[in-house]
């Protein structure tokens, strides 16, 4: 037997070589920030399920927004909490909704500095925690609650969001908020969709971030997808682009690479993909106990997650990433 001729290791022989030929780049500008804002509060409260990432008051969201934009970071996306919740989560389009003023100051400090996108949905409003209007026998009415989306868009859009990305998971909310922007003359505030959107329990901290519970333990698996469907992923997300999406995300990222190839695969417009609370709990659990190295792993998952094919990549390591990228 002839040794081999091709010796793959030759590629991996010094640092420099390596960062020749590696085909995935983490780059700052791939990177959009989570961020809460609480209405009320005056100092940052500390989320204990997310340790390092706090609810914001209003002052110290316009600090921590100039400091990422400092650092590189293109684009933030924000959560409210509110502090009145009902059974329409009208908090998500009352023009003083606690979204629409942090909005409206981001966008009086930064301008165009900073992609303003606004998460948009109910369940942070509804005071049963689901991302629309339920019916008579607890279910989530459809298109009773896309024109509630249509109302918090244009309250978003009216505030200064350049993007909102609504993620209720309703048939058709796309084409609905596309339509309520044109027709109030926003026709240059983007979408992006979450397409791919699973019924995941790696949610749990996020609930905690935003003080939801769903009501009488209830799910959302009515409305956001089954984790053991990969074909219905692709549907999603062509629904979305054929009613007008421009950019499309799937959620979460870690367990859903599949998703995210074949999405790639298939898909010319900007991909993303959240690394959701639960992805990053796990990851600060285990680093806290000394189990992993927390930095090499979550370098190594949003790596995981770019070589995957996506294009951009929320996450609540985006001022980690940047500091770490800028030093
Ligand atoms: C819905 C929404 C959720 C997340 C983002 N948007 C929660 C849900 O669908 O229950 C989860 C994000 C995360 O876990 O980091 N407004």
């Known amino acids: 037997m002839t040794f081999p001729q091709r010796r793959p290791r030759r590629l991996r022989t010094t640092a420099a070589i390596r960062r020749l030929v590696a085909e995935s780049k983490l780059d700052v500008d791939d990177l959009i920030a989570p961020l809460f804002v609480r209405e009320g509060i005056t100092d940052p409260e500390p989320i204990h399920s997310l340790p390092g990432v706090v ?47 942090a ?17 948009l949905c109910v369940d942070e409003y509804t ?58 003359g926003h026709t240059d505030t983007a979408i992006l969709a979450y397409a791919a959107k699973y019924a995941s329990a790696l949610y749990g ?42 950019m499309v995300m799937v959620k979460p990222a870690m367990a859903y690479l599949d998703i ?12 993303a993909a959240y690394q959701v609370s639960g992805e990053y709990s796990m990851i600060k659990a285990a680093g806290a106990n000394g189990w992993i190295d927390e930095d090499a792993v979550s370098f190594e998952h949003l790596m995981a997650i770019k070589r995957a094919g996506a294009d951009m990549i929320l996450t609540y390591y985006s001022r980690h990433i940047a ?5």
């Open 260 to 271: 995210i190839a074949k999405a790639r695969a298939e898909v010319d417009i900007p991909l």
């Open 323 to 327: 500091e770490r990228l800028s030093s």
């Open 127 to 184: 005071d049963h925690g689901h991302c629309g209007i339920v019916d008579i026998y607890g279910n989530v009415d459809n298109d009773a609650t896309l024109e509630l989306y249509e109302r918090a868009a244009l309250a978003q859009a009216n505030a200064g969001a350049h993007v909102v990305a609504p993620s209720g998971m309703m048939d058709g909310q796309v084409l609905a908020i596309r339509e309520a922007l044109d027709d109030e």
């Open 205 to 246: 901290p996020f609930r905690d971030a935003v003080d939801v519970s769903i009501a009488d333990g209830g799910d959302r698996k009515g409305y956001q997808q089954d984790f053991r469907n990969a074909r219905e992923a692709l549907t999603e997300i062509h629904a979305d682009i054929e009613q007008g999406a421009d």
């Open 103 to 119: 909005l409206k100051d981001l966008r009086d400090d930064l301008g165009d500095d900073v992609v303003l996108m606004a998460d």
């Open 55 to 101: 609810q914001h008051s209003r002052g110290s969201l316009r600090q921590e927004v100039k400091e990422l934009r400092d650092l590189g970071v293109p684009a933030i996306v924000l959560f409210g909490v509110p502090e009145q919740k009902d059974a329409m989560g009208s908090q998500a389009w009352n023009p003083d909704g606690i979204v629409q003023v």
